[in-house]
């Protein structure tokens, strides 16, 4: 198994720019392991595959509007993005600027709290301190992180939130959930569909490409996560009960298959709080997971891997080239797929 056995062409003229309206009528291709051929409809429309009892896993993860700015003591500006909290005031970071070296001190615009540089952390990451807690501050005055591949502004930022986010700290959306609205969720209630909420916090690694040329040397950094005796038991009876457990996007099937390594016999999860590493490649058995919900990822990335070792990497990049084909939206603000 090699990187560039995850490789693939994207035109970028492919790469979505702009949500859209309403979020359930983005497309929807269907992967269903046991046919040949894809289906295509649109996302409003997923609940013609999902079955009563069924149990979607979603991350209720909210985004840190954590991009902000500050100012040298020479009037230069930097740019600040949070990736991870370590304690109340002290924070893995992302700088844009020159000569940010350990003990630099610098003033956040908008009358924030200074910022110190503690340590360099390697190539633009630092870690940095706070004179006092820095999240009301974020809300005040911080801006979206959008991905770098996104150039047009965004001119409503909660459309960069899914509509059931509720835990402040990612670094980025979780966004096989961007599809879901209000009207959506309650169909599908209706229709005997149960949901799980899971926290992961979405950190920006997450995305990066593999640089190694064998994906299994690649350190994929943790991400905080948890899932809860209530959506535990929830999960567990769905699995026992006929009903299958579909993850909505990869943070959630990171989620579902860490707590199934804390299962006890009989049941598909146990309970969960901290910090998860699991790097899903082909190869992985899964354990908990029945059914995926995920956008179209980047090439080389950790992302990609893993819905490669869920439905199969020729399946998949078949899948992608077809999606290519059919005009659909990729990445971020991008279209979606449900495996099955």
Same mark, same amino acid.
């Given at each position: 198994?090699?990187?560039?056995?995850?490789?693939?062409?994207?035109?970028?003229?492919?790469?979505?720019?702009?949500?859209?309206?309403?979020?359930?009528? %983005? !497309?929807? @291709?269907?992967?269903?392991? $046991?046919? &040949?051929?894809?289906? =295509?409809? /649109?996302?409003?429309? +997923?609940?013609?595959?999902?079955?009563?009892?069924?149990?979607?896993?979603?991350?209720?993860?909210?985004?840190?509007?954590?991009?902000?700015?500050?100012?040298?003591?020479?009037?230069?500006?930097?740019?600040?993005?949070?990736?991870?909290?370590?304690?109340?005031?002290?924070?893995?970071?992302?700088?844009?600027?020159?000569?940010?070296?350990?003990?630099?001190?610098?003033?956040?615009?908008?009358?924030?709290?200074?910022?110190?540089?503690?340590?360099?952390?390697?190539?633009?990451?630092?870690?940095?301190?706070?004179?006092?807690?820095?999240?009301?501050?974020?809300?005040?005055?911080?801006?979206?992180?959008?991905?770098?591949?996104?150039?047009?502004?965004?001119?409503?930022?909660?459309?960069?939130?899914?509509?059931? %986010? !509720?835990? @402040?700290?990612?670094?980025? $959306?979780? &966004?096989?959930?961007? =599809?879901? /609205?209000?009207?959506? +969720?309650?169909?599908?209630?209706?229709?005997?569909?149960?949901?799980?909420?899971?926290?992961?916090?979405?950190?920006?690694?997450?995305?990066?490409?593999?640089?190694?040329?064998?994906?299994?040397?690649?350190?994929?950094?943790?991400?905080?996560?948890?899932?809860?005796?209530?959506?535990?038991?929830?999960?567990?009876?769905?699995?026992?009960?006929?009903?299958?457990?579909?993850?909505?996007?990869?943070?959630?099937?990171?989620?579902?298959?860490?707590?199934?390594?804390?299962?006890?016999?009989?049941?598909?999860?146990?309970?969960?709080?901290?910090?998860?590493?699991?790097?899903?490649?082909?190869?992985?058995?899964?354990?908990?997971?029945?059914?995926?919900?995920?956008?179209?990822?980047?090439?080389?990335?950790?992302?990609?891997?893993?819905?490669?070792?869920?439905?199969?990497?020729?399946?998949?990049?078949?899948?992608?080239?077809?999606?290519?084909?059919?005009?659909?939206?990729?990445?971020?603000?991008?279209?979606?797929?449900?495996?099955?």
């Amino acid at each position: 198994m090699k990187t560039s056995d995850f490789d693939y062409a994207l035109p970028v003229e492919r790469i979505a720019q702009t949500p859209v309206e309403p979020r359930h009528a %983005s !497309r929807l @291709l269907v992967l269903d392991r $046991a046919r &040949t051929e894809n289906q =295509h409809t /649109t996302f409003l429309n +997923i609940g013609d595959f999902l079955h009563p009892g069924d149990v979607l896993v979603i991350n209720q993860t909210r985004v840190l509007p954590a991009r902000i700015f500050a100012r040298k003591p020479t009037g230069g500006r930097v740019e600040l993005l949070l990736l991870r909290r370590l304690d109340e005031s002290t924070w893995e970071t992302l700088v844009g600027g020159k000569g940010l070296s350990a003990g630099k001190i610098l003033a956040l615009e908008k009358d924030g709290p200074q910022v110190e540089i503690l340590e360099n952390l390697g190539g633009s990451r630092r870690l940095v301190r706070f004179a006092q807690p820095v999240e009301a501050y974020l809300l005040r005055a911080g801006h979206m992180p959008l991905p770098p591949y996104i150039h047009t502004p965004l001119a409503n930022p909660e459309r960069y939130q899914t509509v059931y %986010s !509720r835990q @402040l700290g990612s670094a980025a $959306a979780p &966004t096989a959930g961007l =599809h879901f /609205t209000p009207e959506l +969720i309650e169909h599908l209630k209706q229709q005997g569909i149960r949901f799980a909420e899971v926290t992961l916090h979405v950190g920006l690694d997450t995305f990066a490409p593999v640089t190694e040329d064998d994906p299994e040397t690649h350190h994929i950094h943790t991400e905080w996560c948890e899932l809860t005796p209530g959506a535990a038991q929830a999960i567990n009876e769905a699995g026992q009960h006929g009903g299958r457990v579909v993850a909505v996007g990869t943070t959630s099937a990171r989620t579902l298959e860490t707590a199934a390594l804390r299962a006890a016999p009989g049941q598909r999860v146990g309970t969960f709080s901290g910090a998860t590493g699991l790097f899903i490649l082909p190869g992985f058995q899964f354990k908990a997971v029945d059914a995926l919900i995920t956008n179209f990822h980047l090439p080389r990335s950790t992302l990609l891997m893993l819905v490669s070792a869920f439905a199969g990497r020729e399946r998949i990049l078949a899948a992608y080239q077809e999606a290519v084909e059919k005009n659909y939206r990729f990445y971020s603000f991008g279209d979606a797929m449900l495996i099955v």
